[in-house]
């Protein structure tokens, strides 16, 4: 099995998301939503690239604040398909703003988007994807399995052995207690 612990120590980018943030418990809705459209932008394409245009990302989808990019318009939406900084992918685009309004409506039903994870957890792979085809657009089991992981809610984001698994084997979120081993 390939490890992303085999590879991410000591690269400039690879390296510190693996270290603080990859498989890291998180519940700030902000944080979420950047997770997820990371992985939706990833699709297809390396991870290294993500990471490249991450601060680009950010910077064109105003800091991924649910609320700013909800209200995304067709304006915003020629803006990012012509920003050589991002992923400009029309499909990926749409699905990053349509899924920033589910966000909105998952505080009423919810909570919130950490609320929404909670009240779902724990479930297998297959039944996330289902859940998340049914609720958000773009996600498939790769984006669904790699969002799961990056959040700390499916196992697998590290080797057992990995200093950072060891550290994160007392992280507290509702969910980190069934699935750090």
């Known amino acids: 099995m390939n490890w992303y612990c085999d590879v991410a120590p000591g690269h ?43 601060p680009a990302l950010n910077m064109a989808f105003a800091g991924f604040v649910v609320d700013r990019v909800a209200a995304f318009d067709d304006a915003d939406r020629v803006r ?8 400009r992918n029309r499909r990926k685009i749409d699905a990053v703003i349509r899924n920033a309004a589910t966000v909105q409506h ?16 724990p479930r297998d792979l297959d039944a996330w994807v289902k859940l998340f085809r049914a609720t958000f657009a773009f996600t498939g089991p790769e984006v669904v399995n790699e969002f799961l992981m ?32």
């Open 106 to 121: 998952l505080r009423d039903s919810h909570g919130g988007f950490a609320g929404w994870i909670v009240a779902h957890h």
């Open 12 to 54: 400039p980018l690879h390296g510190p998301y693996h270290d603080t943030e990859y498989g890291v418990p998180v519940t700030d809705e902000t944080v979420l939503f950047e997770r997820l459209c990371l992985e939706i932008f990833q699709a297809g394409l390396s991870w290294l690239l993500v990471l490249k245009k991450r």
């Open 80 to 87: 990012l398909l012509a920003d050589t900084g991002i992923i």
């Open 150 to 181: 990056s959040i700390g809610a499916l196992p697998g984001a590290h080797r057992p052995d990995c200093p950072v698994a060891v550290k994160l084997r007392g992280a507290d979120a509702p969910w980190s207690r069934d699935v750090i081993a």
